[in-house]
């Protein structure tokens, strides 16, 4: 009686090894990995879907999403498109994902496309500084404009004031303009942080107000306050709640 129990045993084990074959291997689990996905887009461009293998995961909203999504490694076809645009996708790629994380960030206009990027190490600011750029995404603003940043802050009185610390030429729509460096804000608490003007380079006609707008170079999210050793890629958008320009962060990388 044990001989058969032991001669079943060998017999389910041996079916069990067998059954785990395909075309001689042995088939491997499943792993898993994350993959980011960083969008920057704007509001015309309304909800993106995230399709993996064919099927939908997630969604990215306007004007910026960020999405952790858990996936199985290996190649993965990856499409993101607009609502009713799947055979026009806006990202159209085979990932082959590792057991480390992977990271996709894209920005998108309709008209500008600009996919992966940020900074490549090719300029360090001195330490203590940061660089900063810019995209122009605002429609209603031309092809080209020109940039000048203020620090804006307020005098022992409690009167606003502001000085010019830099001029950027011809910011386009078409990709990142050249770095710039800036340094901590002269005015110490009682420093506003960075803002910007706007003018057509043709005629000086001034696009965006300083005083009316406040529109500030973010290098958090949250607050304008400069922060050191950053680099930001920024976007020029105009906030369609308040009316008013502002900047929103396209790549963000803090230097170590």
Do not use: W
Not at 78 to 105: C, E, F, M, R, V
Not at 228 to 234: A, F, R
């Amino acid at each position: 009686m044990k001989k058969i129990k032991l001669l079943f045993l060998i017999i389910l084990i041996s079916q069990f090894f067998f059954a785990c074959k395909k075309d001689g291997e042995l088939i491997e689990a499943k792993s898993y990995t994350s993959l980011t996905i960083s969008s920057t887009t704007t509001a015309d461009v309304g909800l993106l879907l995230v399709d993996i293998d064919g099927k939908i995961t997630d969604t990215l909203k306007a004007p910026s999403a960020t999405k952790n999504i858990i996936i199985y490694t290996g190649n993965r076809k990856l499409k993101i498109y607009q609502l009713g645009k799947a055979s026009n996708p806006i990202i159209d790629t085979l990932l082959n994902l590792k057991g480390n994380s992977a990271k996709l960030t894209f920005l998108y206009t309709g008209d500008l496309k600009i996919i992966g990027g940020g900074y490549d190490g090719s300029i360090t600011p001195v330490r203590g500084h940061s660089l900063v750029q810019f995209v122009d995404l605002e429609k209603s603003l031309p092809a080209l404009v020109d940039m000048k940043i203020y620090e804006v802050y307020f005098n022992d009185a409690g009167d606003l004031l502001y000085d010019e610390v830099a001029t950027v030429k011809g910011i386009n729509k078409t990709g990142f303009g050249p770095y710039i460096e800036l340094s901590q804000p002269k005015h110490g608490d009682y420093s506003l942080g960075y803002y910007y003007e706007l003018f057509n380079p043709t005629t000086n006609e001034k696009l965006v107000d300083l005083l009316t707008d406040l529109p500030s170079v973010y290098f958090d999210p949250q607050t304008p306050i400069f922060l050191e050793n950053k680099v930001m890629s920024l976007g020029i958008v105009k906030d369609a709640g308040a009316g008013v320009f502002t900047t929103t962060i396209i790549y963000d990388t803090q230097l170590k």
